[in-house]
C-alpha cells in the first residue's frame, strides 16, 4: 500500500517540477532522491522546489 502511495507522490513531484522549470528531466532525477523526501514527510511542492535546486546548482 505504501508504494501506491510512493508512486502517486512521484508522479505529482515530477509534474510539479516541469510546473515550475520545464527544462528540468524529471527522469535524470532517481527513486532514491524522491524516496528520501517521501520519507522525510515533504509535500510535494516543497521536494520538487528542492530537487530543482540539487539538478540546478
Known amino acids: 500500500m505504501r508504494d501506491n502511495f510512493f508512486e502517486m507522490y512521484k ?3 515530477f509534474q510539479t517540477i516541469l510546473e515550475i522549470d520545464w527544462k528540468v528531466n524529471p527522469a535524470s532525477l532517481g527513486d532514491t532522491l524522491i524516496r528520501h523526501y517521501f520519507k522525510a514527510g515533504y509535500t510535494e511542492r516543497s521536494a520538487a522546489t528542492a530537487m ?3 539538478v540546478t546548482v
Open 11 to 13: 508522479t505529482r513531484v
Open 52 to 54: 530543482i535546486e540539487i
